[in-house]
């Protein structure tokens, strides 16, 4: 059974500050790795999705790597801002998809 | 067009009463999937529609649950005769083509907060 775990828990840095939030999984056999975040009282938001054939996705200052075979996944988010204050949310695509319990982070002004 | 939609947003149930959730896709949307959030945790499967058919239900945590999707669009999450336990937030996703639950990439609703007193 895939089991999908953050580290860490939860996060406080000052802004503009560079961080890594981390995601481990036990299942190496996955088709992708996405990145969410969830603000508080909302949905997911798809951050990156990293393609089990991919190493690593960017989108502005967010970058995320996989490495399949380490069953392990960052999230880089360079220079944060106080609105990249959310929960982080790690999850593994197989047959479904499997959560960690995710980061919050709070980035403080 | 718009995102997922989900209501009612806020529900309050006593225990052993019947609800009902909805959710409505994004427009031509195929596939389409229900999770159950506790608080603190991440997302939990619950099941998986391909159109109107019910691929998955593996993830329902029991006989009480049922979902529904019969004209491939709009779906409805139900829950009978709720226990406090199922108290936690219901999210439906998403997604434009056919592929399995951990395929592609999948948009949410803001979720149901339901709350079993």
């Known amino acids: 059974k895939q089991e999908v775990t953050q580290i860490p828990a939860a996060l406080s840095v000052p802004e503009g500050e560079n961080l890594v939030l981390n995601c481990s999984f036990t299942?190496?056999?996955?088709?992708?790795l996405q990145w969410f975040r969830q603000d508080p009282g909302k949905g997911l938001t798809s951050l990156l999705l990293i393609q089990s054939s991919q190493r690593e996705q960017t989108s502005g200052r967010l970058n995320a790597s996989l490495d399949k075979s380490s069953g392990r996944s960052t999230l880089y988010i360079a220079a944060s801002q106080p609105g990249d204050s959310a929960t982080y949310l790690c999850a593994v695509g197989g047959n479904k998809l499997v959560f960690g319990a995710g980061t919050i982070l709070r980035v403080k002004s | 067009g718009a995102g997922v939609s989900q209501s009612p947003r806020y529900k309050v149930a006593k225990r052993g009463q019947d609800v009902a959730l909805r959710c409505d896709p994004i427009s031509g949307h195929v596939s389409l999937f229900w999770y159950q959030q506790a608080l603190g945790q991440g997302p939990e499967f619950l099941t998986y529609f391909q159109n109107e058919a019910q691929l998955d239900k593996s993830g329902l945590p029991s006989d009480r649950f049922f979902a529904e999707r019969p004209e491939g669009s709009v779906s409805t999450l139900k829950i009978q005769r709720t226990q406090q336990e199922d108290s936690a937030v219901y999210l439906c996703a998403s997604s434009w083509r056919g592929g399995g639950p951990g395929q592609e990439t999948q948009y949410f609703g803001p979720g149901t907060r339901l709350l079993v007193l």
């Open positions: 299942d190496s056999a996955i088709y992708n």
